[in-house]
């Protein structure tokens, strides 16, 4: 069976996130391990991070609203499958 593009968009949607909790998971055992070895951190908290975030953030949402778009075109289709389809005739019996 192929897979729909929700379904792709859906995993695709899942290794983004997969990136974001991997980043933020560095950023805070570096800084762990820095301050384990008493390096002053000072202005270095993870914020340089920040914009990776932004832009990974982002991603996810497009891949959100393209997944919201790709099921009303699954029902559009359907739809318009659905009203192509020819209905048979009502048998009526006269008694």
Do not use: C, W
Not at 58 to 64: C, K, N
Not at 67 to 87: C, G
Request: aromatic share 4%; glycine share 6%; charged share 35%.
């Amino acid at each position: 069976m192929t897979r729909s593009h929700v379904e792709r968009l859906g995993e695709f949607r899942e290794i983004l996130v997969a990136t974001r909790r991997e980043g933020v998971r560095n950023v805070h055992h570096t800084r762990d391990a820095m301050r384990a070895s008493g390096f002053q951190i000072g202005d270095s908290d993870g914020s340089s991070y920040g914009a990776q975030l932004k832009a990974l953030q982002e991603e996810i949402e497009a891949v959100d609203r393209a997944i919201e778009d790709e099921k009303r075109l699954a029902l559009t289709i359907e739809s318009a499958t659905q009203s192509r389809r020819p209905t048979k005739p009502r048998i009526v019996k006269r008694t």
